[in-house]
């Protein structure tokens, strides 16, 4: 059975950082497009980053220059660095595993002062 946890999410001040990680377990994910979606209050839920098997990254323009989306195929792990947080950033982040399509169950992130 697959399962993806995600932990990382927590209560950070505008400017700060925060890195996400999804552990997936159940299954050979290495050959599968990873990412992390988002959903706010209110809000339908969007694509934030993904990578692929070979590191080919692809960004949402409102994070571009901001998260860094990378992977350890070794780990069965993929990672979101955060910078540069805004309000505008505060989410449920969820891991997606593509083909499969399997979501975990979320972490949250609440950007606020």
């Known amino acids: 059975q697959v399962q993806l946890v995600e932990s990382g999410g927590g209560l950070v001040q505008p400017g700060g950082s925060l890195r996400l990680s999804c552990a997936a377990s159940?299954?050979?994910?290495?050959?599968?497009?990873m990412g992390w979606y988002r959903q706010a209050p209110g809000k339908q839920r969007e694509l934030v980053a993904e990578?692929?098997?070979?590191?080919?990254?692809k960004y949402a323009d409102s994070v571009k220059g901001r998260f860094t989306i990378s992977r350890d195929n070794a780990k069965n792990t993929v990672y979101l660095q955060m910078n540069s947080l805004k309000l505008d950033d505060t989410a449920v982040y969820y891991c997606?595993?593509?083909?499969?399509?399997?979501w975990g169950e979320g972490t949250l992130v609440t950007v606020s002062s």
């Open positions: 997606h595993v593509g083909g499969i399509d399997e």
């Open positions: 990578i692929t098997s070979r590191g080919i990254t």
């Open positions: 159940g299954g050979v994910f290495s050959g599968y497009i």
